[in-house]
């Protein structure tokens, strides 16, 4: 008898232990994206943007690598911020208050050459954010 119950228990065990979806399956872009929904609510825009390469924080503000190759210590390199195609300045500051991490969608860092789209001020680059 003690055996029918063992032999269901290990039934019930090995059942319960199954995914609706088997590991061969998840993509790894499919797992990031997953894993990034789940930590969206504790994720700042400071912390969003220090995930994408080339940014890198200096006082507090996002600067892209590319735009920090002077020696002059007074000059702003914060890039040009555009969401939704519309820019909105060089202030990160004022950024933070306009955006809810929770909706943005897509962070793209675009360069200080191809930045030459939005004129002088995207002399340092630009970080494009599309929001939901």
Do not use: H, W
């Amino acid at each position: 008898m003690k055996q029918n119950y063992l032999i269901i228990f290990l039934m019930l065990l090995i059942a319960s232990c199954g995914s609706s979806k088997s590991a061969s399956t998840i993509g790894a872009s499919e797992l990031r994206d997953e894993l990034n929904n789940r930590n969206r609510t504790s994720m700042t825009l400071m912390d969003l943007l220090r995930q994408k390469p080339g940014i890198f924080m200096s006082r507090g503000v996002p600067v892209l690598m590319a735009a920090a190759n002077s020696f002059n210590g007074e000059k702003s390199f914060e890039p040009l911020y555009v969401v939704n195609g519309f820019i909105v300045g060089n202030s990160f500051r004022d950024l933070r208050v306009l955006i809810d991490p929770n909706s943005v969608k897509s962070i793209k860092v675009v360069k200080v050459a191809e930045a030459s789209k939005y004129g002088s001020r995207g002399g340092n680059g630009a970080i494009e954010i599309t929001t939901y």
